[in-house]
């Protein structure tokens, strides 16, 4: 059984877990999005909210491989990975600076941006000497920044971050600074992934070899217009992949009740199945079992999923044998 307490005890996670184990999902990659941060797309269509939560619990429970991909800055208020790039005045906090090539006239001292020399013709505007030489009566210490609203010039200005999304303003400290993982299943946790996921090949191998085609996750179109989809779908080989299906299974990791017996029994007499077969991990209800021999459903029930596969096995043989003896 699965603790209490575990992720997996959410459809939508195991759901996302079985994706995984089919290998409908290889990996889930991580998105850097501008205004939503860090996403994962593949485990969202599945899981929709908390999601890097969910990811780092099945890690840490043991279903997930984590590797680290690289890490980012994000905002400390609204989480957007979008910055623009902004410098303060150490000396008195301004944002107000301008930036390039300072010189200081070594005669009277005076130092600012070439580009106020330059309007001047290169006259000093504090002796209104000119500059004659480089090296000489004046020199160039290099890039640095002006403040306009204290004059105080440096080379390193205090950088802040102000968030494209909700406009925050934070120093490169403040920004949260996060991991950004990459999660695989971890296939060498067999028995763990046999309590909450399932393995169809086996069946497949056994009705091929019964003269029987079998497909998983077969969707169809049923009177109502309405998409159905069955987990497990067979067909005789004579009738080849007609539009019905001779047989269909549905598989539930979790107690199953008398919903799921009349979901299933709304989808088979919309599309007009005869036999269908309702399998369960750990079990189903007691007024599901009654209400499933009412309609004709077929329960199969097992403590884990490796265990069930081989009961639904049988039954689905044993629908076979008298479908041929009719």
């Known amino acids: 059984m699965v603790g209490e307490d575990s992720v997996t005890k ?36 599945d899981l929709k909210s908390n999601v890097q939560n969910t990811l780092e619990a099945l890690h840490q429970e043991g279903y997930l491989l984590k590797k680290q991909k690289e890490n980012v800055m994000i905002c400390k208020k609204c989480s957007g990975a979008s910055f623009m790039i902004m410098h303060r005045c150490p000396n008195c906090n301004s944002l107000s600076l301008r930036k390039g090539m300072i010189i200081q006239h070594l005669t009277c001292g005076y130092t600012e941006l070439e580009s106020i020399f330059a309007e001047r013709n290169y006259v000093c505007p504090k002796c209104k000497k000119k500059l004659r030489a480089l090296g000489v009566d004046y020199v160039k210490p290099g890039i640095q920044y002006v403040c306009n609203e204290c004059g105080n010039i440096t080379q390193s200005p205090a950088i802040l971050l102000k968030c494209w999304t ?32 399932f393995n169809l ?126």
């Open 166 to 197: 909700c406009g925050e303003l934070q120093t490169i400290d403040e920004a949260r600074y996060i991991e950004i993982n990459t999660y695989l299943l971890d296939y060498t946790k067999r028995e763990l992934l046999a309590k909450v996921t």
């Open 10 to 45: 959410r459809y939508e996670v195991r759901r996302l877990l079985q994706k995984m184990r089919d290998g409908i999902i290889k990996e889930l990659s991580v998105t850097i999005d501008p205004k939503l941060g860090i996403t994962y797309p593949e485990a969202e269509v």
């Open 201 to 326: 090949t086996p069946i497949i191998q056994r009705i091929s070899a019964v003269g029987w085609i079998a497909k998983k996750d077969y969707k169809i179109t049923g009177k109502s217009g309405v998409e159905h989809t069955f987990t497990l779908a067979l067909w005789s080989y004579e009738h080849g992949l007609s539009k019905t299906p001779d047989i269909v299974a549905d598989i539930h990791m979790d107690i199953v009740d008398e919903t799921r017996v009349l979901a299933l029994y709304a989808k088979v007499l919309d599309v007009g199945i005869e036999n269908a077969i309702l399998a369960a991990v750990p079990i189903a209800s007691e007024k599901a079992k009654t209400l499933a021999k009412y309609y004709e459903i077929t329960i199969v029930e097992a403590e884990n999923t490796d265990v069930l596969i081989e009961k639904l096995a049988f039954s689905i043989e044993d629908v076979i044998k008298k479908l041929i003896l009719r």
